[in-house]
């Protein structure tokens, strides 16, 4: 069975610019998860998608934002890109929404700010 | 708001020997869970273990066992009999029981070490 799948690995990009970042969940898993891990501030919960709703957001500006797709994928977007925005960006993903369902996730994309 | 401490940002362990990991949080609920997440430098994050608050026994997989204290908010985690393949950074994280806050919430990390 695959599992998290994230892409692309490592994406660089300039201040100002906007980011698409992409996940697809492992197969039959409705709900999906973005963390931010920056250095020094550890994992922080930005978004939360489940059945094709956005259920939950964290404490980010509006300029972070993404959808669910019908197969359950998911696409995190950042617009007008800030160099504190360089990060690990993990999804994870689980089947449904109850907290007895562990998250499992991806290997990360790693968003570079130059 | 749940908070998640871990207090050793690193930790070191010969191999074979026994390590503990420790982890407090903060919360006014009754019902949560709580789980060890393990991110070794190919930076997936893996489940260790998890814990349902509502449990009184104590969480094991294989050489990986917590020690859960509801009333002190503790959870601690052993790892028995190091290998060189437990070297990660070690996180503990806090997910609610209700579906409307799912996420996870996650404390600093501790970065294990394995000596030969």
């Known amino acids: 069975e695959a599992g998290v799948t994230q892409s692309p690995t490592h994406l660089i990009k300039t201040r100002g610019q906007q980011a698409t970042l992409r996940c697809s969940p492992i197969?039959?898993?409705?709900?999906v998860y973005w963390y931010q891990q920056a250095l020094g501030l550890g994992l922080q919960f930005l978004l939360w998608?489940?059945?094709?709703?956005?259920?939950n957001r964290g404490n980010f500006p509006p300029r972070f934002s993404g959808r669910q797709f019908p197969n359950y994928s998911s696409e995190l977007n950042v617009n007008a890109l800030e160099l504190e925005d360089s990060a690990l960006y993990l999804c994870?993903?689980?089947?449904?929404?109850?907290?007895?369902?562990?998250?499992?996730f991806g290997d990360g994309t790693r968003l570079s700010i130059l | 708001a749940q908070t998640v401490t871990q207090s050793q940002p690193e930790m070191s362990v010969q191999e074979a020997e026994t390590v503990t990991l420790s982890c407090t949080y903060d919360?006014?609920?009754?019902?949560?869970?709580l789980f060890w997440y393990k991110q070794p430098p190919s930076r997936q994050m893996i489940l260790v273990i998890r814990q349902e608050a509502y449990k009184q026994q104590n969480a094991t997989e294989n050489r990986f066992s917590v020690n859960f204290q509801k009333a002190a908010k503790s959870f601690s985690l052993k790892i028995s009999d190091s290998q060189l393949g437990d070297a990660a950074m070690y996180f503990c994280?806090?997910?609610?029981?209700?579906?409307?806050?799912?996420?996870?919430?996650f404390g600093e990390g501790t970065q294990l070490t394995v000596n030969p």
């Open positions: 994280a806090y997910r609610r029981w209700e579906t409307s806050g799912s996420r996870l919430t």
């Open positions: 998608y489940d059945e094709g709703e956005e259920r």
């Open positions: 994870a993903s689980s089947m449904g929404a109850s907290g007895l369902q562990p998250q499992h």
């Open positions: 919360t006014s609920e009754s019902d949560y869970y």
């Open positions: 197969s039959g898993h409705t709900s």
